[in-house]
């Protein structure tokens, strides 16, 4: 087995993860910029970050379809040229529309990367090896997420507007993925089910695994074929046969996001400092946020081979539970204290001298206290008291809601982060999968766009007690459905775990 060759394929096509990750977690550094540049309000900032999923979306459900038809490799290099004229266009945009434009855009690479690449890999790789090399896709994206921390860390004091630095810097990357694709060899079973170039198809399994295994691998595919009477359509996926299936696709494509892991990543530094952190100390704890999900998913491609997918989702899952309820206790816990101190940090002389007049007063809850304020603010001192001076009274624990956040991040990274991919890369009978896990995937993007979406109104209007709580009950969901209805595809070739969930 040539394990170096195989390593070095999926690697260059998991790179796509990378651009993934980046794209997803630059724009924590950018929303403050974002926000002041387009005088965006809470629900124009939350499209703002949200609407590259919308580009996912229509990644999502095309990608597949079109790398049936045009084959896996070709489709991946038209996600990293999706990726350059993204980063490029949003770092030049001058208005508002220009900028989510330019966002999906680069949704649409993000939609058809993160379906594509583990379809790729999964296809190339040898059953021992196949959760390992497709949860290098995922240690890619934490990767890319770490990367966008740090590069937003040292662009922040940039002069002049940082945020163009920041999301522009990713176009370097992204055309450094679209060369090295091509040195990528096309799918071998996409090869030989669509094109039935079987002796090209050869030459790459043999340098995968030797003769034997190319012709084991290929007398395989053959038999798979075989059972198939035609290309799959969405139809297909509502037959009762595919009833076991869809259920584990949907549920853990819905819990992965539901559970609110991009709200973490897309507004790291704003958490960080709604528990009262200044804008140097969240953006650093952003960079630790990243390094746990970094080492943690290194970790989860150590053991996804070995302890299984099962028992790592139901791991994860109830850490996970675990770590969302803690912040919540944190952000119970606080206080909220007006006092000559906590009044120094208002900038806007008008709303702080209309603030004093509560001076000496605790407040138990963000919702106590915005009530206090309400009437006698203005609409837009209120609007602004919300979102920028409220952090400044808040008395928490905030080395608590640190450990729970990287707590929680460390949990995702082993379970729901890379087993969701290995997962769907491996259900999906060969026939069905490019448009099965294009719906699926359109789901999970769907999902994710929600939680994006509110996460600003979310921490505004009901604070952030009610919104990790809510987080954690569905960790809990997750957790029950992971028990319930999750199977074990641990060291079983592609037509085996086919065969074990039709029947």
Not at 377 to 399: M, P, Y
Request: net charge neutral; charged share 15%.
């Amino acid at each position: 087995m040539n394990k170096s060759y195989t390593l070095f394929i999926s690697f260059i096509v998991a790179l796509g993860g990378f651009l993934l990750g980046f794209d997803s977690a630059v724009i924590s550094g950018a929303v403050s910029g974002i926000r002041t540049y387009f005088e965006m309000s809470d629900w124009e900032l939350g499209f703002s970050v949200g609407c590259v999923i919308f580009g996912a979306m229509v990644g999502n459900i095309s990608a597949g379809p079109m790398s049936d038809r045009f084959g896996r490799k070709s489709i991946l290099i038209v996600t990293a040229m999706l990726f350059t004229v993204s980063a490029l266009w949003s770092a030049f945009a001058t208005t508002y529309v220009t900028f989510v434009v330019a966002r999906i855009i680069g949704g649409i690479g993000i939609g058809g990367a993160i379906l594509i690449a583990p379809i790729y890999i999964a296809e190339i790789a040898p059953p021992k090896l196949r959760g390992s090399l497709v949860s290098l896709n995922q240690l890619n994206i934490v990767i890319g997420i770490s990367v966008a921390y740090f590069s937003n860390y040292f662009l922040k004091d940039l002069e002049g507007e940082s945020w163009r630095w920041m999301l522009g810097v990713e176009a370097i990357p992204a055309f450094l993925y679209f060369v090295a694709l091509f040195a990528v060899p096309r799918s071998p079973r996409w090869l030989i089910q669509k094109l039935n170039l079987v002796e090209i198809a050869r030459k790459t399994l043999v340098k995968i695994g030797g003769k034997d295994y190319a012709q084991l691998t290929i007398d395989e595919i053959h038999r798979g074929i075989a059972k198939k009477v035609s290309t799959g359509t969405v139809k297909d996926l509502v037959s009762s046969r595919m009833s076991t299936i869809m259920i584990i696709a949907f549920g853990i494509a819905f819990f992965q996001q539901i559970t609110g892991i991009n709200a973490i990543f897309y507004y790291a530094p704003t958490i960080f400092e709604q528990a009262g952190g200044s804008t140097d100390s969240s953006f650093l704890q952003a960079i630790v946020v990243g390094l746990t999900n970094l080492v943690f998913t290194l970790v989860a491609i150590r053991l996804i081979d070995k302890l299984g997918r099962k028992p790592l989702l139901i791991i994860g899952t109830a850490v996970m539970t675990i770590a969302l309820s803690m912040a919540t206790m944190a952000f119970n816990n606080a206080t909220y204290d007006i006092n000559d101190e906590t009044l120094s940090s208002i900038q806007n002389e008008e709303v702080r001298d209309a603030v004093s007049e509560l001076s000496g007063n605790t407040y138990h809850s963000q919702k106590e206290l915005f009530a206090a304020v309400t009437p006698i603010l203005s609409k837009d001192q209120l609007f602004s008291f919300k979102r920028n001076e409220v952090k400044g009274f808040i008395s928490i624990n905030a080395t608590l809601v640190l450990i729970a956040i990287l707590l929680y991040v460390a949990a995702f990274a082993i379970s729901l982060g890379p087993v969701m991919w290995t997962l769907l890369s491996e259900i999906f009978p060969g026939h069905i999968k490019g448009i099965a896990i294009s719906v699926v995937g359109f789901f999970n993007s769907l999902v994710s766009y929600t939680v994006t979406q509110f996460f600003p109104w979310e921490l505004t209007n009901i604070g952030p007690t009610m919104t990790f709580a809510i987080y954690a009950i569905m960790a809990l969901l997750s957790l029950l459905f992971v028990k319930k209805y999750v199977i074990e595809t641990k060291g079983k070739s592609l037509e085996e775990v086919e065969e074990l969930l039709i029947n």
